[in-house]
């Protein structure tokens, strides 16, 4: 299917319906993952996190009790997540701008359309693998950097600078 080996990732799956958590299942299968672990819903899905440590998370927005967004910023700000920089991929039905900007600012890395397509799926497990976005940590927020564009409008007491001195010569 690609020339990426993905046999040695470990996954965890999060969706209330069941159809929908074993196609995930199965295209990963189809990718080469042998490693996927699969939860019902956000409590579950964050044992499951604590016991396997997975490499990839990919989830669900709306179950019952915890949400999928209530689950993410759980896993960027809770002490004992034991990985917070775990790369999430939300998958949902939901797909208005607000709820990818939610998304987002919950600490998404990144965000399929339901019905989700093979080709969508791989493109994104390979975004999260090979363009890894840096962490970012303010007051307010902990997660992927939120900007995917050079937008240089921003001038807010946040903004991140680049270096003011240039690298000594060697």
Known sequence: MSGYRFDRLKILAVDDNVHMRKLVVTILQAFGVSQIHEAENGERAWAVLREANPDVVVLDWMMPGMSGVDLIRMVRTNPQAPNPFVPVIMLTG??????????RDAGVNEFIAKPVAVKTMMSRLVSVIEHPRP?????????????????EEYRGPERRAEAKHPQAAE
């Open 135 to 151: 962490f970012v940590r303010t007051s307010a927020y902990f997660g992927p950097c939120r900007r995917r564009r050079g937008v």
């Open 94 to 103: 939901h797909t208005s701008m607000d709820h990818v900007r939610l998304a």
